[in-house]
């Protein structure tokens, strides 16, 4: 069965513009989330959603937003961006609530100049 | 204060044998969850291993144990017989409250060790 997947894998953008990440999760999940990963750091938590509507958030500014498809993909927006926005973007699937794991995707690296 | 503490910045082993990696966690939820992931220098998150606050036995899987000291806040990751594709970044992570729960889909994350194993 495929994983996550994640497009794109890399991005460059200028500061100010907005970018999108895409995400779908493994066949049969319907809960994903977003982590972003500074170079250096551990994962931070973002969003999750679950059934379309979002779970969870973490401390980010109101710039990082997300939503949830039908088919439980997802993609996650960042508007305005900075310079501090570059990272490492995993996204994670889990089925939530039989299944305690959450499985990561490759990632998408964005810098931004 | 850290949720996730991971102290060994680097560690290094020579193949075959065994390594230990040191995760403290703080929490004052019953119910939680304690996570490894394997970080390759692709950057795709590798699930190992999983610890229920509530399982009485060890977790294991193949060559990972996971060494559970409930009363000590510990979650210590143990890989026997090291290969070389072990090397990589290792993240312990816990997640707080029942499965289920409103913060289920949160991870939080230590700062990792970088594991090197010599041949």
């Known amino acids: 069965d495929a994983g996550v997947t994640q497009s794109p894998t890399h991005l460059i953008k200028t500061r100010g513009q907005q970018v999108t990440l895409r995400c779908s999760p493994i066949?049969?999940?319907?809960?994903v989330s977003w982590y972003q990963q500074v170079l250096g750091q551990g994962p931070q938590f973002i969003f999750q959603?679950?059934?379309?509507?979002?779970?969870g958030r973490g401390n980010f500014p109101d710039r990082f937003s997300a939503r949830q498809f039908p088919n439980y993909s997802s993609e996650l927006n960042v508007n305005a961006l900075l310079l501090g926005d570059s990272a490492l973007y995993l996204c994670?699937?889990?089925?939530?609530?039989?299944?305690?794991?959450?499985?990561f995707g490759p990632g998408t690296r964005l810098l931004v100049l | 204060a850290q949720k996730i503490t991971q102290t060994q910045p680097g560690m290094f082993v020579q193949e075959k044998e065994a390594v230990t990696l040191d995760c403290t966690y703080d929490t004052s939820d019953p119910s939680y969850g304690l996570f490894w992931y394997k970080q390759p220098s692709s950057g795709e998150m590798i699930f190992l291993i999983y610890?229920?606050?509530?399982?009485?036995q060890n977790a294991t899987e193949g060559r990972y144990s996971l060494n559970f000291q409930k009363a000590r806040k510990s979650a210590n990751l143990v890989i026997s017989a090291s290969q070389l594709g072990d090397s990589a970044m290792y993240f312990c992570a816990m997640r707080e409250g029942p499965a289920g729960g409103t913060s289920y889909g949160k991870l939080t994350f230590g700062q990792g060790t970088i594991l090197t194993v010599h041949p």
């Open positions: 066949s049969g999940h319907k809960s």
């Open positions: 994670a699937s889990s089925f939530l609530r039989d299944q305690e794991t959450q499985y």
């Open positions: 610890q229920g606050s509530y399982d009485q």
């Open positions: 959603y679950y059934e379309k509507e979002e779970r």
